[in-house]
């Protein structure tokens, strides 16, 4: 089955999101932060959600030089569903639980006591935040409806999803380019599978166990697996 690039990504999310209530429209809220990128932002804000340092780790991930599981799509969007139900429990609105995603609960705390109301319409806010959840509608807007937008997909632009099993690691691994090459795929293949492995072997002296994620076997082409 061929896809959107956008829908090969959006896939993961969703059922997430749907599993702990978050509305769907809330993947936009990651193409407005990330474009679905595993980016980093000046702040140092990383991946899909772009979730700071101290905040992953607040909510259970591990960030540190040799994983940084901010740039694993399902435990970070858990992450980010986690965070939206706190504060949509505080704030009692979607709107408002979004534009504190973007400037922070403390800051939409600030402006709803300086100015006196509890809406997001409402508030007087900055730029960036004031018009993030119009940013956010109009990316709903022009992606569910391209072809009206002037943005024409045609068959070669799809992408195909790839058949993937996993494996357990709950030791060290000297070289992960050594353990790609018993899967029959390269490094690169092994990172593109696994961005949150950061570096090219796991430390992993608490024996902690790792879920890692495998192409089926013939689906790349290796050009030359192996020394």
């Known amino acids: 089955m061929r896809e959107s ?8 999310i ?3 999101l749907k599993k702990n209530g978050i509305p769907d429209d809330f993947k936009y809220l990651a193409v407005a932060e990330s474009g679905l990128e595993n980016v980093v932002s000046p702040a140092g804000a990383t991946g899909f959600w772009q979730i700071m340092k101290a905040t992953g ?9 040799n994983v940084d599981e901010r740039y694993h799509v399902e435990k970070a969007t ?6 939206l139900k706190k504060w949509k429990d505080r704030f009692g609105s979607w709107t408002l639980t979004a534009a ?9 705390r600030k402006y709803m006591g300086i100015q006196q109301v509890d809406d997001y319409y409402d508030l007087l806010l900055g730029q960036e935040t004031g018009r993030y959840v119009f940013r956010i509608l109009a990316i709903k807007e022009i992606i569910s409806n391209r072809d009206k937008y002037g943005f024409q997909l045609d068959e070669e632009d799809m992408y195909e ?3 993937t099993f996993t494996v357990e690691v709950d ?3 000297a070289s992960w380019a050594d353990f790609a090459e018993l899967y029959e795929i390269n490094y690169k293949i092994l990172k593109r599978h696994n961005p ?26 290796v050009g030359s697996v192996g020394r």
Not at 57 to 65: A, F, I, K, P
Not at 100 to 108: D, E, K, L, S, T
Not at 196 to 221: F, M
């Open 100 to 108: 504190a995603y973007n400037a922070g609960p403390g800051g939409i």
């Open 161 to 163: 999803k790839v058949p």
């Open 196 to 221: 949150w492995l950061r570096e090219p072997h796991l430390n992993n002296a608490s024996r902690k166990k790792y879920t890692i994620e495998i192409p089926n076997k013939g689906y790349y082409r």
């Open 171 to 173: 030791t060290a691994v």
């Open 5 to 12: 690039l956008f829908r090969r990504k959006t896939r993961i």
């Open 78 to 83: 858990q992450v980010a569903c986690d965070y």
């Open 57 to 65: 780790r607040e909510y259970g991930l591990e960030v540190n030089d």
């Open 14 to 16: 969703e059922p997430i």
